[in-house]
């Protein structure tokens, strides 16, 4: 598989690393300078790649998957931030025939949290005696806070029970990749549900994969649906 990568962050930079090991190739690097407003991403520039991979900034997300989707490019994005503009990408997608996977956290592990989080606050729902929150800690480089992936969290335990508001508390500071944290404190027990990211590999390597299923399709994916199938 031919990637080009849109953004030469952190992740794009461990996707990089990894892809040759998967046995593929970097076809075409495209960096934020020269990209202001996807002016960077013409049919000559991507020529000859078969997906892109987005890690960009919340402000150029929207722009560079409008972009890429009227070039017919499949594209992976795990760049957060943008979603209210995903109805305008979803019908530029449609009409161009071509595919989507976003999602704000490449890790398995995570989008399992994600489950049993909904299935905890389903067993806990009626019991008022039990406070809950979440905490999200990342990096001091990190742009948007709360993250998507707390929203997502807070999203997956809003639908196991809606009768709580799951306040999210964000801490930015030092080289974190990520921590995620549900909480249900009572006067005299603390349960916790912890997810820790070790590396930025974690994600790498679940961008790749997504990159992999995506080849082919046509339509707009979660990282969810590609590995549980439709809906939760």
Not at 38 to 60: K, N, S, Y
Not at 70 to 97: I, K, N
Not at 111 to 126: I, N, P
């Amino acid at each position: 598989m031919r990637l080009v990568l849109v953004g030469h962050g952190k992740m794009n930079r461990a996707i990089a690393e990894l892809a040759e090991s998967r046995g593929h190739t970097v076809h075409a690097v495209i960096t934020g300078d020269g990209n202001r407003a996807a002016a960077a991403l013409t049919a000559e520039r991507i020529a000859g790649g078969d997906v892109a991979i987005e890690f960009t900034r919340p402000d150029a997300a929207a722009d560079n998957l409008l972009a890429l989707a009227r070039l017919g490019m499949r594209t992976v994005t795990g760049t957060t931030g943008w979603l209210h503009r995903l109805p305008d990408v979803s019908r530029t997608v449609a009409a161009h025939r071509t595919a989507l996977l976003h999602s704000p956290n490449f890790s398995i592990g995570v989008q399992l949290l994600l489950r049993t989080a909904r299935e905890m606050a389903r067993r806990f729902a009626g019991r008022p005696g039990f406070e809950a929150y979440l905490v999200e800690t990342h990096h001091a480089a990190k742009r948007d806070a709360p993250s998507g992936t707390a929203l997502a969290l807070r999203s997956a335990l809003l639908d196991g029970d809606g009768a709580r508001s799951y306040p999210i508390n964000s801490v930015r500071g030092g080289h974190v990749p990520g921590t995620h944290e549900v909480v249900y404190d009572a006067p005299f027990e603390t349960i916790r549900l912890e997810h820790i990211a070790r590396g930025r590999q974690v994600f790498a390597a679940g961008a790749l994969e997504a990159a992999e299923w995506i080849q082919g399709k046509t339509g707009v994916f979660t990282f969810e649906q590609m590995l549980f199938g439709e809906g939760p």
